[in-house]
């Protein structure tokens, strides 16, 4: 079980990372005369950090985020390449703390020695997936097969087929495609009893799929919620509901914020992830706007880890994942653009992401004066998408992509903050729990 602190000593904690940062150039700017945060107040009166300040002052680009050389360090990246792939550097103890944490949540999770591992996760491109795959499997002493998502599906196959693992760690884009073979070639896995996600969220359809294609005996957890920026922030006891976690208390401070009305997220309330790494020193990460949303529950868990259940609620607006890239909303932004003005288009819109026969559905919904006078520039801005992110192209090759499309509607239509009034971009709909 992974150890829990209280408020006060999180603080402490929290208030030492805030020091250590002070000898960054980019945080001594930052923080320039403010006095140390001696109390919740003062701590939630400091600054935030955003993903464009983390991509602007990143090693190599400035390096004045570093409180030391790079030199003895490893590099990772988000993986975004539509948008801000942000660079990330650790010290290899840094590095080695957040695999061992990883490696703590899968053990929670029942894997150990006696496993089977395929290791399904994407490397290269400084991903740091496959390569803290392979850390967490040798910490956890686990036959481990390398077998990495970058080659073909049907190879993947061959080699689970002929090695027949009792755990798999993938994304759930690739699992759905294993899960498409599998019951088109009546293809089974008889040893395996553990599927472990991660990179994105899982939609009840997904789930759902899966298990009836590898057997409703096999469990399905998420590998756990993380993020190569600020490591591991959730792991997943067996009483966890899909889209919930426990914090780590030791290892991360996670505020929820209501961003609107400028306040803390009350019990239940939703609000904006504020993620500080509380054992981070070389690149200290204080305050980031993570991108996700979601609540802290406020109930005990029945496992009895003290350490609070958080359940996400979806991408906080300027960002989502596709294929376990991150893609900005900026890139959906200017392709409206592109028809904005043209018989009575408007800028407004929201883009819809959902599962649809277990596969990805995107739909550009946008507001004009007269849609039907609109509807003919839909071609063009489903191109504009296409043309703006390759990872839709990747999509459709690898048949993840169940449709992509672009509508008109009524001036007013699209769904608004009833705070601020402000329309609604994106509404990610894979990580939405069905009504029951």
């Known amino acids: 079980m992974f150890p829990w602190i209280e408020s006060a000593h999180q603080l402490g904690r929290a208030r030492e990372i805030w020091h250590a940062a002070l000898a960054a150039p980019f945080y001594a700017a930052k923080y320039a005369g403010m006095p140390a945060p001696m109390d919740w107040t003062q701590w939630r009166a400091l600054p935030l950090l955003s993903r ?152 009840p359809a997904v789930r759902t799929h899966l298990q009836h294609a590898f057997g409703a005996e096999v469990e399905i957890h998420a590998l756990a919620y993380t993020s190569a920026d600020a490591g591991l922030m959730g792991y997943q006891c067996r009483h966890c509901a899909p889209n919930a976690y426990h914090v780590p208390s030791d290892f991360q401070l996670i505020e929820v914020v209501d961003m609107e009305r400028g306040r803390v997220a009350e019990g239940g309330e939703e609000g904006e992830l504020l993620v500080t790494n509380l054992a981070r020193r070389s690149q200290p990460i204080v305050r980031y706007r993570i991108g996700d949303r979601g609540c802290y529950t406020g109930e005990p868990c029945a496992c009895g880890d003290r350490n609070p259940v958080l359940r996400l609620a979806g991408r906080a607006g300027d960002d989502f994942k596709l294929g376990g890239a991150y893609v900005a909303m900026a890139v959906v932004e200017r392709a409206v653009e592109t028809v904005a003005g043209r018989d009575g288009i408007s800028p407004n819109y929201c883009l819809r992401i959902a599962d649809e026969a277990n596969r990805i559905a995107l739909e550009l919904v946008v507001e004009a004066g007269d849609p039907d006078a609109a509807a003919p520039h839909a071609e063009t801005l489903v191109g504009a998408l296409e043309t703006a992110i390759p990872e839709l192209g990747v999509a459709r090759e690898r048949g993840y992509l169940a449709r992509l499309e672009a509508r008109f509607v009524a001036l007013g239509s699209l769904e608004r903050s009833p705070v601020t009034g402000k329309v609604r971009h994106l509404h990610d709909l894979r990580v939405e729990e069905p009504a029951s």
Request: some cysteine; hydrophobic content about 45%.
């Open 52 to 203: 464009q300040e983390l991509y602007d002052n990143a090693w190599p680009r400035t390096g004045t985020m570093l409180t030391v050389p790079p030199e003895g360090m490893i590099v990772t990246s988000t993986g975004g390449t539509s948008g801000m792939a942000r660079y990330t550097v650790l010290t290899h103890a840094e590095w080695d703390r957040f695999c061992a944490e990883q490696a703590r949540a899968l053990a929670l999770i029942g894997v150990g020695a006696e496993d089977r591992v395929a290791n399904l996760l994407v490397a290269g491109s400084l991903w740091p997936s496959f390569l803290g795959g392979h850390e967490i499997v040798k910490r956890l002493g686990a036959l481990h097969l390398p077998i990495s998502a970058n080659i073909p599906v049907e190879t993947v196959l061959r080699f689970c087929r002929e090695f027949q693992p009792t755990v798999m760690l993938s994304l759930p884009t690739l699992f759905v495609f294993l899960a498409d073979l599998a019951l088109r070639d009546g293809i089974r896995f008889p040893g395996l009893r553990l599927i472990a996600y991660a990179g994105e969220h899982m939609s």
